[in-house]
């Protein structure tokens, strides 16, 4: 049986809601909504993502705690985004409301045996991620990152 959401889990979302609404995303979340949404949801990083998946290029990636992934080059990554079921998702369906995670898409033996994790998931040590879509200009995606 699913298990029932308590009042407290409420009331901790609205808290990082009213956070995200005072910052402009343009320049990143203010660093209170990440902390609060890593209170909310236990992750080791949280990141926020804009970028147009078409042309490739990153408007803003910010994560807590920073890693070693944040300094890996690009291309590595767009070099295997097409491919990868769970990155490009939102993209291929137009699906902006689910909130999605590898595991929907791949099982492990099948998520290491994709080139996103050979060539750049994997080398930062991410094994399990979930992934909420947020409204973002034409052409853009706007992604929070569990």
């Given at each position: 049986?699913?298990?029932?959401?308590?009042?407290?889990?409420?009331?901790?979302?609205?808290?990082?809601?009213?956070?995200?609404?005072?910052?402009?995303?343009?320049?990143?979340?203010?660093?209170?909504?990440?902390?609060?949404?890593?209170?909310?949801?236990?992750?080791?990083?949280?990141?926020?993502?804009?970028?147009?998946?078409?042309?490739?290029?990153?408007?803003?990636?910010?994560?807590?705690?920073?890693?070693?992934?944040?300094?890996?080059?690009?291309?590595?990554?767009?070099?295997?985004?097409?491919?990868?079921?769970?990155?490009?998702?939102?993209?291929?369906?137009?699906?902006?409301?689910?909130?999605?995670?590898?595991?929907?898409?791949?099982?492990?033996?099948?998520?290491?045996?994709?080139?996103?994790y050979a060539d750049y998931l994997g080398p930062a040590g991410?094994?399990?991620?979930?992934?909420?879509?947020?409204?973002?200009?034409a052409g853009r995606d706007r992604r929070l990152l569990f």
């Amino acid at each position: 049986m699913a298990e029932a959401i308590r009042t407290a889990d409420l009331r901790r979302l609205l808290a990082v809601i009213d956070a995200a609404r005072r910052g402009e995303a343009a320049d990143g979340l203010p660093r209170e909504v990440l902390e609060r949404a890593r209170d909310l949801v236990a992750c080791d990083v949280i990141s926020f993502l804009e970028f147009d998946p078409v042309q490739q290029r990153d408007y803003l990636d910010q994560s807590l705690p920073t890693s070693a992934a944040d300094a890996d080059p690009p291309e590595t990554f767009w070099r295997q985004y097409w491919d990868s079921a769970d990155c490009c998702y939102p993209d291929r369906t137009g699906d902006l409301l689910s909130v999605t995670t590898i595991s929907d898409f791949y099982t492990r033996q099948q998520y290491h045996n994709t080139g996103m994790y050979a060539d750049y998931l994997g080398p930062a040590g991410l094994e399990a991620e979930a992934m909420i879509c947020l409204s973002a200009p034409a052409g853009r995606d706007r992604r929070l990152l569990f």
